[in-house]
């Protein structure tokens, strides 16, 4: 069975001008094992896909107005809020841009992992490695040695201490680590990563996109990275989607997008790369191609 | 005119303990000591905390220094009066990296543009009438067009945002200019767009840049020499081409490694698993 099947996605947004078409009839298919890196500029509409397969999109001001996005042959946009709950963190793991805001100041580190951990493991115990039917205590221990082994696995050194920590005590790359430890803590069949390395240094960013990669090979799941970078692309991705404007312009193999593109626009975009060997005036923008809007 | 920074150290003092103690401090820049000649593009690369930005601040006076010297035209920048240092100002401008949080929200562009012209009324002494069409030629300079003169900060992009801050810091017409990560928070087809602006405001003015950047791509495509910096500390430097293509140290070796190239052939995880 597909992992993720999005097929005809179509997502409206209202604001006091009316409605806008944001999403015009998203198609993409992921299969456990592969790595789909969705491409774009702001404003392309790569988050609000990756939100809506969590249904994260706040209803309103959004409105689907066709489409299906089937997880695992069930259609996440007819769930019920008790089902999206069950999927959440459970079955579909979800990393975003900014590790600061993203983790709760006012509770440790370990406290927040353990929470993830619990609402997996209360859903299904096995998670956890219990027995169905394990008694509560049992269920915190576990959770707490998932935590602090999740800690290690993404690693982070001394993690049975560090787990004490608050997150302003941790820096931008573990921050980032702790926030892949909390979406895989659940076992997820689905990562869905937005802009994972957006914010951090190119070492930490490689770091980063190795435990991405492990993950993929070891547990088998699949991915949706939601990135700018084409370099992130082309280093972990095995498949790619360009995004402009509400529709996926080109969608296949990396090799086969990055290095032969059929569509101008993507073009365009991998001339605005700088890389170590663009030589100066070389470097195109996109100027006229996308008009700048106001973000 | 150059700027030379002379073996500059900058600690910053640790927390209090008790009434009298302090905590173990923290040195942000060891030693460093760079040269900047005039025309150049000068590139600064290092991680997230390696004391990139603490020595722009050093070098704006918005810091003390704990030791060294840092020398703009054979004046030591921090023994100016504060009289002689608004002077120096004029010459010696800054882009900021974040293009969201370094425009007040609440001035039009053009009192955003205008407002150094102002502050350095002794340098330029504009009118008001002559400050409105200097800020009009600085805007049509930077890509920008005159019909967004009286906007707000909110109505504009990150990259037509990064382009105001860029418009703002010609405002005085500096020599110097000192651009803080100026497009890391922008999307890589805007990166380009600013890139190629600032090729060209450089021949058209005759500026040196001072960049900092911690995108290996984006140094190696505008700037002339690059310094390496790692904890405070210099690694190397030396013109671009040169520690490029033939790294001395190991940490600039990693850091090139570590960039992802859009050339799926060069990725090190595509090479163990065909997919």
């Known amino acids: 069975m597909t992992l993720l099947d999005i097929r005809n996605l179509n997502l409206a947004m209202k604001s006091y001008e009316g409605e806008t078409q944001i999403l015009h009839g998203i198609d993409l298919k992921i299969e456990r094992g592969e790595i789909w890196g969705m491409v774009g500029e702001t404003g392309s509409g790569k988050s609000l896909t990756g939100l809506s397969v969590s249904r994260l999109v706040p209803s309103p001001p959004g409105r689907y107005v066709a489409g299906s996005i089937k997880f695992r042959g069930k259609d996440v946009l007819q769930a019920t809020d008790r089902e999206m709950r069950g999927l959440r963190g459970r079955h579909i793991g979800m990393i975003f841009q900014d590790p600061t805001t993203n983790l709760n100041p006012a509770f440790r580190i370990g406290t927040q992992l353990v929470d993830v951990a619990l609402h997996a493991g209360h859903a299904d115990p096995s998670v956890l490695g219990l027995n169905p039917g394990a008694s509560r205590g049992d269920l915190k221990k576990a959770a707490r040695r998932a935590a602090v082994e999740m800690l290690e696995k993404v690693g982070i050194a001394k993690a049975a201490e560090r787990i004490h920590d608050y997150p302003h005590q941790f820096s931008g790359g573990m921050r980032q680590r702790a926030l892949i430890a909390m979406a895989m803590i659940g076992k997820p069949d689905l990562l869905i990563a937005d802009e994972p390395t957006t914010a951090l240094d190119v070492s930490v960013q490689a770091q980063i996109l190795r435990l991405i990669h492990d993950l993929v090979t070891e547990r088998n799941i699949g991915v949706l990275l939601i990135t700018h970078n084409l370099g992130v692309v082309a280093q972990i991705c095995s498949h790619v989607a360009v995004m402009y404007r509400g529709r996926i312009l080109e969608a296949g193999k990396v090799d086969d997008v990055l290095k032969r593109p059929s569509h101008s626009y993507t073009q365009a975009l991998l001339h605005s790369v700088p890389t170590a060997h663009t030589k100066r005036g070389e470097l195109k923008g996109l100027n006229g191609l996308m008009p700048e809007t106001a973000a | ?275």
């Not at chain 2, 010609?170 to 803080?180: K, M, R, S, W, Y």
């Open chain 2, 1 to 275: 005119m150059t700027l030379d920074i002379q073996n500059v150290t900058k600690n910053f003092p640790g927390p209090r303990q008790g009434f009298f103690g302090r905590g173990e401090g923290f040195t942000a820049l060891d030693n460093v000591s760079l040269s900047i000649r005039k025309g150049v593009s000068f590139g600064l690369v290092g991680e997230s905390g390696s004391g990139k930005t603490t020595l722009t601040r050093c070098i704006l006076r918005l810091e003390t220094l704990s030791a060294g010297n840092i020398l703009f035209d054979g004046v030591d920048i921090h023994k100016l009066t504060p009289l002689e240092m608004r002077r120096l100002r004029s010459r010696l401008q800054i882009v900021f990296q974040d293009p969201y949080a370094s425009l007040d929200p609440r001035m039009t562009i053009h009192d955003i543009v205008a407002e150094p012209l102002v502050i350095h009324g002794d340098v330029v002494n504009l009118n008001a009438r002559q400050r409105t069409e200097r800020v009009l030629e600085l805007l049509l300079q930077v890509g920008l067009r005159s019909e967004h003169l009286f906007r707000y900060p909110h109505e504009f992009s990150g990259g037509q945002r990064q382009r105001i801050g860029i418009a703002r810091a010609l405002a005085v017409g500096p020599e110097f200019l000192i651009l803080d990560e100026p497009t890391s928070a922008l999307d890589v087809s805007v990166q380009a767009d600013v890139l190629n602006l600032l090729h060209r405001l450089q021949e058209e003015l005759n500026l040196t840049y001072f960049f900092i950047s911690h995108d290996l791509g984006v140094i190696r495509y505008i700037c002339d020499d690059v310094a390496v910096i790692y904890r405070g500390k210099l690694v190397e430097q030396g013109p671009v081409a040169e520690i490029f293509d033939h790294p001395k140290s190991d940490y600039t070796r990693m850091l090139l490694d570590a960039m992802p190239d859009p050339d799926p052939d060069r990725s090190p995880f595509r090479q163990k698993d065909a997919v």
